[in-house]
């Protein structure tokens, strides 16, 4: 399967996740940035509120390419604690690590969401949301990350992605929702026509449509609702 865009990508995996249309405890997040263009379509088609939920890896000094942990949404700090001892990072090295990607991470959410507060999990069924799946690290430290916020459930959605990783992945959460899982897998690119970057006022635009969207929507349904109970 190959998909013409983020856009197409989204439109798809929303027709996987039909079952979810509706639900008032529905929260759809993602991964930014490639995973807002994909997430819309989904909170779109299913009616349901939209937000990122960043994730920052935390590199080990001198090798930044190795992760030691990550900090995600809401300041939560996983630490892979095999890798720290293994290079013998001591608490004030990687306080320091995390400190500077919180703020990165602060300054992201910022430049994304503006003033608007980030949307509750706990207890809702989450729908967390990339354009594909490379070697999975960030899908994971985000699904660690979400677990500590108590949601009720939790789904992935991606539209493509290794097996091997779905394979992880799936363990991890209530469901996996992955349309392709080609091999040889390549690269997450590889399987979309445009995989043009996706800019930051493109998430801050797809957010505040999202957002009026679902305003207008959970208004109309007030009104409905009180148009019935008028007559009855």
């Not at 998909?3 to 929260?27: E, M, T």
């Not at 608007?116 to 994971?140: F, H, N, Q, Y």
């Not at 363990?171 to 996706?198: I, N, R």
Request: hydrophobic share 40%; net charge negative.
């Amino acid at each position: 399967m190959i998909f013409k865009d983020r856009i197409d990508a989204g439109k798809q995996l929303a027709k996987a996740l039909v079952q979810y249309a509706n639900q008032a405890d529905l929260v759809v997040l993602a991964l930014p940035r490639g995973g807002v263009p994909v997430a819309y379509e989904i909170a779109e088609a299913l009616n349901a509120s939209l937000d990122v939920f960043v994730v920052r890896k935390l590199g080990v000094p001198t090798h930044e390419e190795l992760a030691m942990g990550a900090i995600a949404s809401r300041g939560t700090l996983i630490v892979n604690r095999n890798v720290v001892e293994a290079f013998g990072i001591d608490e004030s090295r990687l306080e320091q690590v995390a400190q500077r990607e919180l703020m990165e991470l602060t300054r992201r959410e910022k430049a994304y969401r503006g003033e608007r507060e980030p949307l509750a999990v706990k207890g809702k069924k989450v729908i967390l949301v990339d354009d594909g799946l490379a070697t999975g690290a960030s899908m994971r430290a985000a699904i660690a990350a979400l677990k500590t916020l108590s949601p009720a459930s939790l789904i992935v959605a991606v539209p493509t992605g290794p097996r091997d990783v779905c394979r992880k992945i799936e363990g991890e959460v209530d469901e996996l929702v992955c349309l392709t899982q080609p091999e040889p897998y390549e690269s997450v690119g590889t399987w979309y026509v445009d995989f043009s970057q996706t800019d930051d006022d493109e998430v801050r635009e797809l957010l505040s449509r999202a957002e009026m969207r679902f305003m207008r929507s959970r208004h109309a349904e007030t009104e409905k609702g009180t148009s019935y109970e008028h007559v009855f």
